[in-house]
């Protein structure tokens, strides 16, 4: 059975899917008061797919989504959810959003929430809003999506700091942040933070443009350095690479930061809050709903 998508909205489902992002949080309070505002029901979906084939879900008011929009994380949970790529998961999904009388679902996640997403409405046309939350920038269809700018000055201040002991102790530092496929969030703090060269992994880089970089500041006495390297560059992240630049580089004190998921945590900023569009359906072909 598919969904008739002409039916008038009256209650829709909302779920956090994917990593995390700082602003996800203030996106759920949005979603839920902005439902409210036109007489809407709002019912929140625990742990995104995973809790919609465990039909965890719960009402939700105004006062559920208070005092949030400053916290990190996301009160609904998230989880990868394997047995949303069979047939069987996605069905029993399905059969649960239509025994709680949920007639849309606002999606918060990136890019895997959205492939997803656009299988579910295919298969069983239940309405479907994509609202782009991931650290990584990488979504089509959006200039910033939630978390990314939170992310980028977390790196920030952490590079900034890491510049201080490296001035103090002639020191080359390697700093990797997240971004297994992009690399927008290296790029900007690179920029941001000053870094002498930046490790992307929309582009292969030598070890030897590196090295010819390096050498060019050592000759001008340049005695500390800083490579912002993103997590998924080719050359195998940021320890191999910096073994390789040590054996170039003896005079260095050569050092390795890697932030990790420090970068998705953490309040986030204003624009990851209020944001610059609040909805995005990421180019891909789903229906948009019209309220009772």
């Not at 008061?33 to 995973?50: C, D, L, S």
């Not at 320890?239 to 005079?251: G, L, Q, R, T, W």
């Amino acid at each position: 059975m598919v969904k008739d998508q002409n039916k008038p909205i009256k209650i829709i489902g909302v779920f956090t899917s994917g990593g995390d992002g700082p602003g996800m949080n203030a996106c759920i309070r949005a979603v839920v008061r902005t439902a409210i505002y036109h007489n809407v029901q709002v019912t929140g979906i625990m742990r995104g797919y995973e809790g919609m084939i465990d039909n965890e879900f719960i009402p939700m008011d105004a006062r559920s989504v208070s005092n949030i929009i400053h916290r990190g994380g996301t009160i609904l949970k998230t989880a990868r959810c394997p047995r949303f790529f069979e047939y069987e998961g996605r069905k029993k999904a399905y059969e649960n959003l239509m025994s709680n009388n949920i007639d849309g679902v606002v999606a918060i996640g990136g890019d895997g929430t959205f492939t997803g997403a656009e299988i579910f409405f295919e298969e069983f046309g239940v309405p479907m809003i994509g609202t782009p939350g991931t650290i990584d920038n990488d979504l089509f269809g959006t200039d910033y999506t939630i978390g990314y700018d939170t992310a980028v000055n977390t790196a920030i201040e952490a590079i900034d700091k890491i510049r201080d002991t490296a001035a103090a102790h002639d020191r080359l530092f390697f700093v990797e942040v997240m971004g297994r496929d992009s690399g927008c969030i290296a790029l900007a703090a690179g920029i941001g933070g000053g870094a002498e060269y930046i490790l992307l992994p929309e582009r292969d880089t030598t070890l030897d443009q590196l090295i010819e970089v390096l050498e060019r500041g050592a000759k001008n006495k340049k005695t500390s350095s800083i490579v912002v390297v993103a997590e998924g560059e080719h050359g195998g992240g940021a320890y191999k690479i910096a073994e390789k630049v040590k054996e170039k580089f003896k005079h260095y004190d050569t050092k390795v930061t890697v932030l990790g998921h420090v970068q998705r945590g953490g309040s986030p900023t204003c624009f990851d809050r209020a944001g610059k569009s609040p909805w995005c359906c990421c180019g891909r072909g789903f229906a948009w709903w019209r309220v009772a």
